[in-house]
């Protein structure tokens, strides 16, 4: 029953974004598949959360060096055996930013990921399967970085290839400039 409110959200999107229907049925097959897919200890893979956390005029948003994988993304990260996966995203975003005030800009999934993160240490390699919504800061957008990342920078959604090939960035970016 927890998992249903994801199913939904993710049929929805599904019905949205049909040129994604592929990445969306892998991803509502993986959830119907497993009850404990909230959970880090999955070790075949678990849903993860992530923000495409945007300033207040909406025209840039906030992205991560990400000290483990070095490369530039948006914010996020496991959800921690939190079904509500918006908020574990909301979370991510002021835990990665320092930024306490962010809201949702709505309430659907923005974007959806599937990709493999790599064997480190005495974790076996796992997939992470992203739900991504978009928010906005409220009243600030000074950020602090967190021992999560390199650094973190507030990038031109017109210019995030000067940071980033990763399609999935590029499709985010494209999606917001279209939206």
């Known amino acids: ?50 923000a495409w956390l945007l300033n207040r005029a909406q025209t840039r948003v906030l992205l991560t060096h990400h000290r483990k994988l070095d490369i530039w993304v948006q914010l996020g990260g ?34 959806i990921d599937i990709h493999l993160i790599p064997a480190r240490k005495t974790e076996p390699a796992h997939y992470h399967h992203d ?12 950020y602090v970085v967190s021992d999560e990342s390199h650094d973190l920078a507030w990038v031109d959604v017109q210019r995030i290839a000067d940071y980033t090939n990763e399609a999935s960035m590029l499709r985010m970016a494209d999606k917001w400039l279209t939206r």
């Open 78 to 111: 496991h959800t921690d055996g939190n079904a509500d996966v918006l908020d574990s995203a909301r979370r991510e975003a002021v835990e990665e930013s320092g930024i306490a005030a962010v809201e949702p800009i709505n309430l659907e999934i923005f974007d």
């Open 1 to 50: 029953m927890r998992r249903e409110p994801l199913l939904q959200q993710l049929r929805a999107y599904r019905d949205r974004w049909p040129a994604e229907t592929a990445t969306a049925d892998r991803l509502i097959e993986f959830v119907e598949r497993h009850p404990d897919c909230f959970e880090r200890a999955l070790e075949v893979g678990h849903v993860t959360g992530s």
């Open 131 to 142: 739900i991504r919504y978009a928010f906005r800061t409220v009243d600030s957008d000074e």
